[in-house]
């Protein structure tokens, strides 16, 4: 049958009515909806959205284990739940305290104030993100933070999520807390981004690591490496997402989904698929950790002095 893109591009009118009615707002909502599907609704300046009036909803649900981060007694706590046989993912909740600060320095006048004349690496939203396009913080966000449209592929739209000048940016991300899970002997790679709704990256697959939502609410589904799900590399994760949820898993892969707000982490175990689906204009961090061995092999240990490479965990970072 037809993509939801297909459809989209075989009707123009229909995803325009799509386009101007992403909102349907329940009577009890709060938050007064605009045609564009955003409501008077902000959080630190970033605009909330809703698309619940779609037929195929797209927040739901978690299926993946929340535990607040108090809760690990240690890092072997956290490896043997989580980073063992093939590791499962967790979202950490109860870090919204640690950065505060830093949730504080990336309110959007902030970030424009100081960063908006900024250059910056925008990528296309398809598995691969081959294409590379530099634009300033204040262009992407005057020209490209805006509701996801479904007539246009992946790998014609472009977003903000890593490829960050860390020396140029390290004023900013030096207030960053990572969770607190992370051996301090291990080899972390930050990757810094915000994306407009319904915006994301479909199906892919790096290392593990961490990735938390500063500001907004984030979508995220993931399945074991193996099998294989079945994708088009160039849908975005709107397209995919629909898709999935119409096909109902036909291809047999299971997938775990939960959505990350404000103040939680979810960890990505290595290896494992993942597509990620922005709901608001979301800020968000994460952090690839390369990890280190202790003696034995199998522990990860904060202590370590010498570095050897989990080979398990080696991967090339794609941001």
């Known amino acids: 049958g037809a993509t939801p893109r297909d459809a989209a591009l075989m009707a123009p009118r229909a995803v325009s009515a799509l386009a101007l009615a992403l909102v349907a707002l329940a009577a009890t909502d709060p938050v007064s909806a605009r045609a564009d599907g955003y409501g008077s609704g902000t959080r630190f300046g970033w605009r909330m959205h809703d698309a619940r009036h779609l037929e195929t909803p797209l927040d739901g649900p978690c ?70 396009v530099a634009k300033t913080l204040r262009e992407y966000l005057d020209d490209h933070l805006h509701v996801q449209d479904l007539a246009v592929p992946g790998d014609e739209t472009l ?7 860390h020396e140029r940016w390290a004023e900013h991300f030096d207030h960053y807390a990572p969770p607190p899970l992370i051996p301090r002997s291990a080899d972390v790679a930050l990757s810094f981004g ?78 494992w698929w993942h597509a990620t689906l922005n709901l608001d204009e979301t800020v968000f961090i994460s952090s690839f950790v390369n990890y280190v061995l202790d003696e034995e092999g199998d522990r990860p240990r904060a202590d370590v002095t010498g570095k050897l490479l989990d080979l398990d965990d080696s991967f090339e970072l794609r941001r």
């Open 63 to 132: 299926t993946v284990e929340r535990v607040d981060a108090s809760q690990f007694a240690s890092l072997e706590a956290f490896h043997d739940a989580h980073r063992a046989r093939g590791g499962a993912p967790v979202v950490v909740t109860g870090l919204g305290p640690r950065n505060d600060a830093f949730r504080a320095m990336n309110a959007r006048d902030a970030l424009l104030r100081r960063w908006g004349d900024e250059t910056i690496v925008l990528s296309t939203a398809n598995t691969h993100s081959y294409r590379k």
């Open 159 to 165: 977003y903000w999520f890593g490829d960050n000048d």
């Open 194 to 271: 915000v994306g407009g709704p319904l915006s994301g990256v479909p199906l892919h697959v790096h290392g593990p690591g961490f990735s938390e939502t500063l500001i907004g609410r984030k979508r995220w589904w993931l399945a074991r490496p193996l099998p294989k799900p079945t994708f088009d590399p160039n849908a975005t994760a709107l397209e995919w997402a629909l898709s999935r949820r119409e096909s109902s898993g036909a291809d047999g892969v299971a997938f775990a989904e939960c959505t990350v707000s404000e103040g939680e982490a979810i960890y990505f175990p290595d290896g």
